[in-house]
């Protein structure tokens, strides 16, 4: 385990988040929802397994998962699609690879300070996410 990223982590900035669902194919009127929503990031570091909770008023999202084995995914709630997914380290970063019928789909996440990053990308789109931890 090369850093612990557990906490509660509440977003602070989120940049290129509406290009980011465009391209997963989000419609107009969820992501004017989703836009200005506040999520909070729940993740549970435990060894080898890990749980990411994204927390909103207006959805839920939950991975459960073991680092370094590939699982099926499927994106309920949010881009409703089946991907095979799997998430290592990659130094102090924390990477995941979500093939399917979307091309360079993942995501990773690294602290800087006291501050939790999260890059989601897809094709040629980057949204870039910094958390604070919850006081
Ligand atoms: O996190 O993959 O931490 O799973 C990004 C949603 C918005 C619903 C959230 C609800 C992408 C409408 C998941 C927001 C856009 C928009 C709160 C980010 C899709 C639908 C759930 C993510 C990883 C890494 C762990």
């Not at 570091?45 to 959805?59: G, H, M, N, P, V």
């Not at 095979?84 to 993942?106: F, H, I, M, P, Y």
Request: proline residues 1%.
């Amino acid at each position: 385990m090369p850093v612990d990223l557990s906490g509660t982590w509440v977003l602070e900035t989120n940049d290129n988040f509406e290009e980011y669902m465009k391209i997963l194919n989000i419609d107009l009127v969820t992501r004017k929802i989703a836009a200005h929503l506040s999520q909070t990031k729940i993740i549970i570091q435990d060894e080898d397994k890990l749980t990411i909770k994204t927390l909103s008023t207006f959805r839920n999202y939950e991975i459960s998962l073991t680092i370094g084995e590939e699982f099926d995914e499927y994106t309920k709630g949010l881009d409703s699609r089946m991907l095979k997914t799997r998430v290592s380290w990659e130094g102090d970063a924390l990477v995941c690879t979500q093939k399917g019928e979307k091309a360079n789909r993942g995501w990773r996440h690294w602290l800087e300070g006291d501050k939790l990053h999260l890059e989601l990308y897809c094709e040629d789109v980057v949204c870039h996410q910094v958390f604070t931890r919850k006081q």
